[in-house]
């Protein structure tokens, strides 16, 4: 699969560290640099036929039809595409007016992530967020008349500004829009952001995360009663309907990213990523060079990868395939670092996958990491 690193961002998000990019002055110069790079890099994948195409990053919907057009035009010279590909865009909810859906509604474009965070303006406010509910709500109606019935929308749990009775509401609405697949996150607070600020001069309070894990099984219980799988600890589906984008990333599959500060996976031990500075970027790929950094990954680093990714899914770790991939020492370690959380029950095993029951999943980085070789 492919990943495009959008580096354009319009806003400044409360709860992370995006930052007004001035890169909108560059946007030829940088579309004509990620078509170098396509091209540049079209060896490094082992398969040509693509099953996900994603537009991600800062604010790709600030690009024009024309340009996604041009960028996927650019794949399919060196990449064929599945029959059933998932060609997705993420997008803030106020670009999604209806002269730009109907523009994008002609391009291979079939899967829209969008980013509502929230139907109510309290927690939009919080947020620092351009849109408010009456445009989040709009832009998932919007697309849906323009024939994009593949969508995916990010809510955010856990808000100081909200509620168990107001999340409640937020995912009722959800119900009712009919989306079929949902990415979920507590509100976490980044240092240097507005948010971290606010809270420290007591403006607004702390999340709490009590709270937080009250909201996200409500979030669970609520969605699988209305015919969701909870398929990773922050991601719901409809059946069918699940990212193949995501998956592929949880199943440790290779991709290549393309774009500033993208990054790319050989499938097995080989990590690289391309510099942030946008201009260190163009001004390499004008020299047709690449401004990628790479490293080779150790038997620990693999093995802490896919117990942390692994075990944030319904599919857990195989662990008939860990035997094929590590060291014996590796596996023996393993077993005795389980052997107390598979008897208090924080651990199973299952149809020989290694997995964490789901009333634990609010827990799982820290539990994955218990299991880490250091």
């Not at 959008?6 to 560059?26: A, E």
């Not at 035009?73 to 998932?86: A, C, G, Q, R």
């Not at 919080?126 to 024939?147: P, T, V, W, Y």
């Not at 499938?267 to 047709?288: C, F, H, P, T, V």
Request: net charge negative; proline share 3%; charged share 25%.
């Amino acid at each position: 699969m492919i990943y495009i690193h959008i580096p354009f961002c319009k806003q400044k998000c409360s709860y992370c560290n995006f930052h007004f990019s001035t890169s909108l002055h560059f946007k030829d110069e940088m579309i004509s640099a990620m078509k170098k790079e396509i091209f540049l890099r079209k060896d490094e994948l082992q398969h040509k036929t693509l099953k996900s195409l994603y537009f991600g990053g800062g604010t790709p919907s600030i690009l024009s039809a024309g340009e996604i057009n041009s960028l996927i035009d650019e794949v399919l010279k060196y990449f064929s595409f599945e029959k059933d590909i998932e060609v997705t865009l993420e997008a803030n909810p106020d670009d999604l007016d209806k002269n730009f859906l109907k523009e994008l509604s002609n391009t291979p474009v079939n899967r829209l992530s969008i980013g509502t965070q929230s139907f109510f303006d309290e927690d939009l406010k919080l947020m620092n967020r351009a849109h408010n509910a009456s445009e989040a709500e709009g832009s998932i109606k919007r697309a849906q008349d323009f024939g994009f019935e593949n969508l995916s929308i990010d809510l955010i749990y856990g808000s100081p500004t909200s509620s168990l009775e107001i999340w409640k509401e937020n995912l009722n609405k959800t119900i009712a829009l009919d989306v079929p697949h949902i990415s979920s996150y507590a509100l976490t607070v980044e240092p240097k952001t507005a948010l971290n600020d606010w809270i420290l001069k007591g403006k607004v309070l702390s999340p709490k995360e009590e709270e937080q894990n009250k909201e996200f099984y409500y979030l669970s219980d609520f969605l699988k009663d209305n015919g969701f799988e909870h398929y990773e600890v922050s991601n719901f589906a409809k059946p069918g309907m699940h990212s193949k984008h995501n998956s592929a990333y949880w199943k440790y599959q290779e991709y290549l990213g393309i774009g500033p500060s993208a990054h790319s996976y050989n499938g097995r031990d080989i990590r690289s990523w391309n510099a942030a500075n946008n201009q260190q970027y163009i001004r390499k790929l004008e020299n047709n060079a690449l401004a990628k950094e790479s490293e080779v990954l150790s038997e620990n680093d693999q093995f802490n990868e896919m117990i942390m990714i692994g075990l944030r899914t319904i599919w857990g770790v195989d662990l008939e395939g860990l035997k094929t991939k590590f060291s014996p020492d590796v596996l023996e370690k393993l077993q005795i670092s389980i052997c107390r959380k598979l008897e208090e029950g924080i651990l199973a095993v299952e149809n020989n996958h290694l997995k964490i029951p789901e009333k634990h999943w609010f827990l799982a980085d820290g539990i994955a990491s218990d299991l880490f070789m250091i």
